[in-house]
């Protein structure tokens, strides 16, 4: 039986194209942005400039947080260059990094989305916390070998139960 934790509430191309006026009107304010292979290549060491103007755009809507599975050196850099607070480490699909958000900012899962590449990292520990998941395609297939053995699920049970069909994106 599949779990439908793995479902994610809306699906987009990539950063660029989702739409923030939606998650705005759904009274979401907080954006929870995932770092590799979602902002970033992870093979460049910092946010491209169109990164670093998207996010200072959305700053005038909504509270940017980085939470990455990525080790803090990486997370600290993007953090600093995009001047947005930031969780490396975060060890997602556990609960303790959005449970630690949650706290710190005193807020409600309803007024969050995070935005991530994986389904069994980022879509499955938002659907946990009741946070709105919003898969994004993987900017690049240079992935680690953890992430490539994630994809080979992830594929098997994406096609299987029809979780997304790739390139039909929400609007
Ligand atoms: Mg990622």
Do not use: W
């Not at 990539?14 to 292979?37: E, G």
């Not at 080790?71 to 993007?78: E, H, Q, T």
């Amino acid at each position: 039986m599949m779990n439908k934790l793995l479902i994610p509430k809306l699906y987009y191309k990539d950063i660029y194209s989702i739409n923030y006026k939606k998650l705005k009107d759904k009274n979401i304010t907080y954006l929870l942005f995932d770092i590799d292979n979602t902002i970033a290549d992870n093979r460049e060491n910092k946010p491209s400039k169109e990164a670093i103007q998207l996010i200072n755009k959305l700053k005038k809507d909504f509270t940017i947080i980085l939470v990455s599975n990525a080790l803090p050196l990486r997370a600290k850099r993007f953090g600093q260059e995009l001047a947005v607070d930031y969780y490396a480490f975060s060890i997602k699909p556990l609960k303790n990094t959005y449970k630690k958000i949650i706290s710190k900012y005193n807020i409600n899962p309803s007024n969050i989305a995070a935005i991530g590449d994986q389904l069994y990292t980022d879509i499955l520990g938002a659907n946990k916390m009741g946070i709105t998941s919003i898969l994004i395609d993987k900017i690049s297939n240079n992935e680690s070998i953890i992430t490539k053995l994630n994809r080979i699920r992830e594929n098997i049970i994406i096609k299987k139960y029809k979780i997304i069909e790739r390139g039909h994106y929400n609007d």
